[in-house]
């Protein structure tokens, strides 16, 4: 079974722009959740997806959206980006939203906004 | 609420030595309990998980952790270091919803 996917894996962005990235999960799973990694704040969650609504949501600012598509891809934007949302943006699937199942983590993308 | 402390950001360790990475939780519900293991420049990959059932959790890579409820920790081990074992690893809280809580990871170093 394929992984989980990100795409782009490196973007570099001017400040004020706005940014998408893309997220598939693994074949079969529903839920698709968001988190960014930076060395100052560590691993926060964005948000978590499941058949097409957001679950869950972390304390972000409204730039910070999502969506995801009816067949469990998912999408994040930033809009107005800022030399602070300079990361790495993690994705993870997991079968379904009860927390008990693994969820499975993509490789990233590396956002730097300059 | 629900949080993680990590006990040292930095361990090192000689080849064949006890690893032993420490964690700590604080949850208002009955806790799942995660570790995560990442490689530089990669994603988080899943060490092993608690939900229920036994305390004793066995992982990948010969790691186990036991989730001690009245000290409210789940101290990740493993008996023999191999230098592969050098990464950043991160514990993690859960509880009915996917939304996990990380620690602040711990830098593993293995020395020759």
């Known amino acids: 079974k394929a992984g989980v996917t990100q795409t782009p894996r490196y973007l570099i962005k001017t400040r004020g722009q706005q940014v998408t990235l893309s997220c598939s999960p693994i074949?079969?799973?529903?839920?698709v959740s968001w988190y960014q990694q930076t060395p100052g704040q560590g691993l926060q969650f964005l948000f978590e997806?499941?058949?097409?609504?957001?679950?869950n949501k972390g304390n972000f600012p409204g730039r910070f959206s999502g969506r995801q598509f009816s067949n469990s891809r998912s999408e994040m934007n930033v809009s107005t980006l800022e030399l602070g949302d300079s990361a790495l943006y993690l994705c993870?699937?997991?079968?379904?939203?009860?927390?008990?199942?693994?969820?499975?983590f993509g490789p990233g993308t590396r956002l730097t906004v300059t | 609420a629900q949080s993680v402390t990590q006990l040292g950001s930095h361990v090192s360790v000689s080849e064949g030595a006890l690893v032993l990475l420490r964690c700590n939780y604080s949850?208002?519900?009955?806790?799942?309990l995660f570790w995560y293991v990442q490689y530089p420049n990669q994603g988080l990959q899943l060490l092993l998980k608690?939900?229920?059932?036994?305390?004793l959790v066995k992982g990948i890579n010969g790691f186990e952790a036991e989730f001690k409820k009245s000290e409210t920790s789940f101290h990740l081990t493993k008996p023999s270091a191999h230098m592969s074992d050098a990464a950043e690893y991160f514990c993690?809280?859960?509880?009915?919803?996917?939304?996990?809580?990380f620690g602040t990871g711990t830098l593993l170093a293995v020395q020759p």
């Open positions: 993690a809280v859960g509880g009915a919803t996917n939304k996990l809580i």
């Open positions: 993870a699937s997991s079968l379904d939203d009860r927390g008990s199942y693994e969820q499975y």
């Open positions: 949850s208002s519900v009955p806790p799942y």
């Open positions: 997806y499941f058949s097409e609504t957001q679950r």
């Open positions: 074949s079969g799973h529903r839920s």
């Open positions: 608690y939900t229920t059932g036994a305390t």
